[in-house]
């Protein structure tokens, strides 16, 4: 293994020299945030990358006005909240699900929300769903399920994401500062890392799709550096395991059966068009945003939180004012810094 | 978000599985992979067998975790 980190060093030492500027690879998944940080792989990295956390983790991309959509309900008699775990401390405008406890409870799957459903009978339960391509099809899972089984207490409040359409908007923004992508692992395993085929033909940028061990990280490093040095950006899978061209196709089908793909507000991001999932017409009686007739608006944010341009790789988190200081993992301002697989609370964790 | 563990599936009953990580268990579903079977090696993520997965690539996974002071947390939680 220390063999294969060495030989991956010397590629990407190689690569910057002939590049002649510093590479910056942004990752756009927060297990591999994690797994960078945790591993220390930064430390053993050449000078010429630098390696920026992008919108990958679900919980920090999600908008601060669906967070108060979200409380709104929570503040409802009829309604009992089912969200999964990292959630529940992501404040909105007015305190965060933590501080309505006996509104809500903790699922750690799609399907625990869909059985709180029938454990409360008398309460709407509404799950909370955020995530990517990994996590979507858990939801379509039990939307189906629900409407096969007539359970009329249960709805979705969708907020589930596209990673595709953020890597391009990313990308086509004027202060773009991103030389190539680590593409996701498990979104990959869903999605097929064909998926990404759109940004390395449009953008002419490095898309290569890594496992989670330090090693495959290193070795995926070096592989963008040396297209970089080549100049011949490609697609490219190596975490070929479980990732394949085409992806899970069963997940895909029920996605596609289940969700339209519609506009959705990211933070830091904005609006971006086609980048978000809303149930089909024949499943909106499972949606919350139409059972309550509720519009999800771009929620403001004046705490001086600077999780949005973390997102987009613009500020590293010690340029936030809040960095440490106001905002700690014990009592977090933005998301970045609630979620364990967001960039600030990596960078407080293990540093920089 | 994207955590997801290798577990064997020890218990299968349509698509309702329970799985197996080191000796921790817990409920998955196999609604994704249609095709899996009691003794498959598959990939759990938020309650949910997403993919197969190879014997040696499981073992390296569950070696890393065995380092992870908070293996217990994740295999807990959907995302982390």
Known sequence: MLDKIKKSQEVIKAACEKVGRRIQVMEVCGTHTVSIFRSGVRSILPDGVKLLSGPGCPVCVTDQGYIDVVLQLADRDDCLIATYGDMIRVPGQDGSLETRQAKSRIVLSADDALQLAKTYPDKTVVFVAVGFETTTPATAVVVRDAAHQGIKNFCVLCAHKLVVPAMQTLLSAKNDKIDAFLCPGHVSVIIGYEAYAPVVNQYKRPCVVAGFEPVQIMEALAEICDQMAKGQPMLKSMYTAVVTAEGNLTAQALVSDTFDVTDAYWRGLGKIEQSGLELKPKYEAFDAFKRFGLTEVPGQCNTGCRCGEVLCGLVDPKDCGLFGQACTPESPIGPCMVSSEGACAAWYKYGS | ?80
């Open chain 2, 1 to 80: 978000m994207c955590l997801a563990v290798p577990a064997r599936i020890v218990e299968l009953e349509d698509d309702r599985a329970k799985v197996d990580a080191m000796g921790n268990r817990w409920q998955a579903r196999t609604t994704l992979l249609p095709d899996v079977k009691v003794g498959d090696l598959v990939l759990v993520h938020a309650g949910f067998a997403i993919s197969k997965v190879d014997e040696e690539d499981a073992k390296k996974t569950w070696e890393l975790f065995a380092h992870l002071d908070d293996f217990n947390e994740t295999t807990d939680k959907p995302f982390g």
